[in-house]
């Protein structure tokens, strides 16, 4: 095989494509299964008569091995460990898998992920990067501080949970961050909006978080979407001060508007409303008017 | 949508009840509302009833049951608005079906870290190693367990021109660096691959970004 | 600036039919924090409807959305050991946890060096990890995102040629 200067690359590799060059054309007629593919039935079965293949006496002939984690007559330690509750409550305590914040500058770099709208969980779903599953759990996306230093994106994030360092470092960029509860029927539109669509089922309102994420979505040091805005900004100049950068002034930034953009707590998608039908073959969105359809959108009830 | 011409309705059952139009079939899906909960009923088209696998979450404060409804002229929602103006919301939400292409930057390596394959080192060289669809070298490493022990190795993939003389250069680096006093490859030219064995990823990714790929 | 700005803030939500929204500055204690989060959605006035009496309405418990503790089936759960998963912690590198026996027995005769060494948890050996991982079914052996674990700094080993903290991207 030559290459790019004309030299051969082997003697073996030569001799094989000078015999594939000298055999006749592939057909039917002149292929066959490789050799493990076909099931071979075993015909001796001089070994099968006595033994099968167990040899003498003991646990493996007669199959009385040990259960796993048996120690002897001794009391093993699957038994003797103390109990602990690591596990408690595992299939109900809300997961939220990872995304550093390394992982979103790579993306916004490679333009994978458009800054000059918001960024929220639908947008990191859309590169096809990462995968949510709801019968796992996984109530949304946790923003981690892996590459908070080099972090230089001015963004308007929507996560579902944060740390305060994260926080910091996108502020510090003169962005803005909220946290946001989705209940699962929502994330199921909001992790897949195209799969969403296509069933043709009303947009969903979005639920308020249950009795134990409540605090955590009201705490305005955490950005959470039920806080004070007035004590959010508070806070922002706290974390300024605390970690000790100059926040930016956003008052006078050009793109103040798509910063400030938030849903509304219903709301899961921006620009469309709880209980619209999106219509993919038209390209049109349906807006029911009916009085009682309105109030059971637009209502917590 | 074929489903909503003039004669195809929303319906209301019970309270609070959105009615699901199945954009894709003809027949509507019906919601019904119980004790201020929701269930969900789908009907297919060949009337056979089967609970939404989408509300099959045990968290969500609905309960799930089936039951067999016949369509009510008089319960149906006959009020509705087709608007196209905000579809524009929805093509902003929708996937993109390829990867985007890249921008050009004032400044490499970005901020991540990531800069572009330097192609004047790259003509200097005697083979080529793409980078991936995603922009990224293709270096991975991966473990093997076997019943006769567990082996480390990182492959480079994507690799044009002379495989051998890269296969030297890698092991020439991995003793230099490493100090140990041998290193297995495994050179595959048709597939045109190589697998170092050993944990050696930072090193070979170094090796090769040095070489401007 | 901050006036103007909250202002701004709450008016640059998209409302929910073009409905211009006040979230009321209320404080959102611990107490009566449920209470007063529903009385500023109260003041929520969306065109067309009526505005009844919203607070009972909030006070039913109809929309909250409360995972409840007792409301998951075996048949939702995994199929796991029960003496295993009571007892040991996996980490996602492959390493299990557990605790050390006669941690809270007989304190009063332990010197206090030995009452710290019962507190700790430590690590299975090589042989222990491998008999746990086969004595839990595959589900287990993914991990699992909880949020605030006290076990996240033992997600990633350190100093490991075998499981080497390798940079993620390259470049």
């Known amino acids: ?301 | 949508m074929a489903a909503l011409s003039g004669t195809t309705f929303l319906r209301i059952y019970h309270r609070v009840l959105p009615v699901f139009i199945n954009a894709t079939r003809s027949k509507p899906v019906i919601a019904t509302s119980k004790y201020k909960k929701c269930i969900l009923h789908h009907k297919l088209a060949n009337d056979k009833v089967s609970v939404c696998g989408l509300l099959s979450v045990r968290q969500h404060s609905t309960s799930f049951s089936a039951s067999q409804d016949e369509l009510d002229q008089n319960d149906l929602i006959k009020d509705f608005e087709v608007s196209h103006e905000e579809f524009k919301y929805v093509e902003q939400i929708l996937p993109s079906p390829t990867v985007p292409e890249l921008e050009e930057q004032t400044q490499y390596p970005t901020p991540s870290g990531w800069f572009p394959p330097d192609e004047a080192t790259q003509a200097q060289q005697k083979y080529l190693i793409r980078r991936t669809k995603n922009h990224m070298l293709p270096v991975y490493s991966h473990t093997q367990n076997t019943w006769f022990g567990t082996s480390h190795f990182v492959s480079i993939k994507k690799i044009e021109g002379d495989i051998w003389a890269l296969e030297a250069d890698l092991r020439e680096h991995v003793l230099k660096t490493t100090g140990q006093k041998s290193v297995n490859t495994h050179v595959h030219e048709v597939g045109r691959f190589i697998r170092v064995r050993g944990q050696h990823r930072d090193l070979i990714a170094k090796f090769l970004l040095e070489k401007g790929m | ?171």
């Open chain 1, 1 to 301: 095989m030559l290459n790019g200067d004309g030299n051969m690359s082997s003697k073996v590799t030569e001799r094989a494509l000078n015999l594939i060059k000298s055999m006749p054309r592939v057909a039917l007629n002149n292929i066959k299964p490789l050799p493990h593919t076909a099931f071979k039935k075993k015909t001796d079965r001089r070994g099968d008569r006595k033994k099968k293949g167990r040899g003498d006496k003991g646990q493996g002939a007669r199959g009385t091995w040990d259960p796993l984690g048996y120690e002897g007559r001794q009391n093993p330690l699957i038994d003797t460990s103390p109990r602990e509750r690591y596990y408690a409550q595992y299939a109900v305590r809300r997961q939220y898998p990872p995304v550093s914040l390394l992982d979103l500058q790579r993306l916004i770099d490679l333009n994978r992920v458009n800054t000059s709208r918001p960024v929220d969980i639908t947008s990191i779903c859309n590169t096809g990067l990462f995968k949510f599953d709801i019968s796992k759990n996984h109530f949304g996306v946790n923003l981690t501080d892996e590459g908070c230093d080099q972090f230089a994106a001015k963004i308007n994030a929507e996560v579902q949970w944060t740390s305060e360092l994260v926080i910091a470092a996108i502020e510090k960029n003169g962005g803005t961050i909220t946290t946001r509860y989705y209940d699962p029927q929502s994330l199921a539109a909001l992790y897949d909006p195209l799969a969403f669509f296509k069933k043709g089922h009303p947009i969903p309102k979005c639920k308020l978080p249950p009795q134990d994420a409540l605090l955590y979505y009201s705490d305005p040091n955490n950005r959470g979407y039920l806080a004070d805005p007035e004590k959010v900004l508070e806070a922002r100049e706290k974390l300024a001060q605390k970690y000790g950068y100059k926040l930016p002034d956003l008052e006078g930034d050009p793109f103040k508007e798509m910063l400030l953009m938030r849903k509304d707590p219903l709301q899961i998608f921006f620009g469309l409303e709880p209980g619209w039908i999106v219509n993919l073959r038209d390209k049109s969105v349906l807006k029911p008017k009916d009085d009682d359809y309105l109030r059971y959108y637009h209502s917590a009830q």
């Open chain 3, 1 to 171: 600036m901050a006036v103007s700005l909250t202002k701004s803030f709450a008016g640059l939500c998209i409302q929910a039919g073009n409905a211009i929204r006040s979230i009321s500055h209320t404080q959102i204690s611990c107490e009566g924090g449920i209470l007063q989060l529903y009385r500023s959605f109260s003041a929520l006035q969306i065109k067309g409807l009526e505005n009844g009496n919203r607070e009972s309405e909030w006070l039913s418990k109809s929309n909250l959305h409360t995972s409840s503790a007792c409301m998951t089936t075996p048949e939702l759960k995994e199929w796991r050991e029960h003496r295993i998963i009571d007892r040991f912690y996996r980490l996602p590198w492959g390493g299990w946890i557990r605790t050390r026996g006669g941690r809270r027995k007989g304190l009063y005769k332990k010197v206090p060096r030995h009452r710290w060494q019962l507190q700790q948890h430590i690590f299975c050996n090589y042989h222990q990890n491998k008999l746990l991982d086969t004595l839990v079914a595959p589900k287990w052996k993914e991990p699992k995102y909880f949020a605030d674990s006290p076990y996240e700094p033992y997600f990633q080993r350190t100093n490991s040629y075998w499981q080497p903290n390798n940079k993620k991207f390259y470049p």
